[in-house]
């Protein structure tokens, strides 16, 4: 089975918030974890507003080698 999350997961376990723990627990199963493109967007917007554009790229590529895979893909159910 395969999990999709949305902004709130992956900043919640970048900043080791409440959650973070789940996401981990997520992360550690032998499946796909997809987030979407713009809720990375929202992630990076997040890092971006408090932090500087080197922790930014760092928060990205930590979520990336953690096996989170982006997708881009967009259907309007019709």
């Known amino acids: 089975m395969n999990t999709v999350i949305?902004?709130?997961a992956p900043i919640a376990f970048l900043r080791?918030?409440?959650?973070?723990?789940?996401?981990?627990?997520?992360l550690s199963l032998p499946?796909?974890?997809f987030v979407h493109a713009l809720n990375l967007?929202?992630?990076?917007?997040?890092f971006w507003r408090a932090s500087t554009q080197k922790?930014?790229?760092s928060a990205i590529t930590d979520l990336i080698?953690?096996?989170?895979?982006?997708?881009?893909?967009m259907d309007s159910g019709n």
């Open 16 to 26: 080791d918030e409440p959650g973070a723990e789940t996401v981990q627990n997520v």
């Open 55 to 57: 922790a930014v790229e």
């Open 65 to 73: 080698s953690r096996g989170i895979e982006e997708r881009n893909d």
């Open 6 to 8: 949305d902004a709130c």
């Open 31 to 33: 499946q796909t974890c």
């Open 41 to 46: 967007c929202e992630v990076y917007y997040d």
